[in-house]
């Protein structure tokens, strides 16, 4: 197996940062910056204070409230997965298995370029 090359690091920082953004994308639709919390998005919350709403719109929007919530956490943890790549690019430790130490699979990053691990040891 040959080793990530600076070429290949650049396609896959690039790749990272394009999925990042799409993500970030997504989230503003649905969630907003923690302030406190560096990188920590939450779910914004439905306007419940319309004293013209029926309760079927407030069901309506607590569910949507609860679906949305659902995306966030999924949206969030893959930019998590996406941020720890884009440090190990940094670092100099992108493309090697945190477990096993080799490198990791060229078609593996591709289909997941956050991967941390090579395919003999990727997690369920």
């Given at each position: 197996?040959?080793?990530?090359?600076?070429?290949?690091?650049?396609?896959?920082?690039?790749?990272?940062?394009?999925?990042?953004?799409?993500?970030?994308?997504?989230?503003?639709?649905i969630?907003h910056?923690?302030?406190?919390i560096?990188?920590?998005?939450?779910p914004?919350?439905?306007?419940?204070?319309?004293?013209?709403?029926?309760?079927?719109?407030?069901?309506?929007?607590?569910?949507?409230?609860e679906?949305?919530?659902?995306?966030?956490?999924?949206?969030?943890a893959r930019?998590?997965?996406?941020n720890?790549?884009?440090?190990?690019i940094?670092?100099?430790?992108?493309?090697?298995?945190?477990?096993?130490?080799?490198?990791?699979?060229?078609?593996r990053l591709?289909?997941?370029?956050?991967?941390?691990?090579?395919?003999?040891?990727?997690?369920?």
């Amino acid at each position: 197996m040959i080793p990530m090359t600076t070429i290949h690091t650049t396609e896959f920082k690039d790749l990272l940062l394009d999925e990042k953004a799409r993500i970030e994308g997504e989230m503003t639709g649905i969630a907003h910056k923690n302030p406190e919390i560096a990188g920590d998005w939450e779910p914004s919350a439905p306007d419940l204070n319309n004293p013209t709403a029926d309760s079927n719109d407030v069901a309506d929007s607590m569910e949507t409230f609860e679906e949305n919530a659902s995306i966030e956490v999924e949206l969030e943890a893959r930019l998590l997965e996406i941020n720890a790549a884009l440090a190990r690019i940094e670092t100099g430790t992108y493309g090697v298995c945190r477990i096993c130490k080799n490198p990791i699979e060229e078609a593996r990053l591709r289909a997941n370029p956050a991967a941390p691990t090579c395919i003999e040891h990727r997690e369920g």
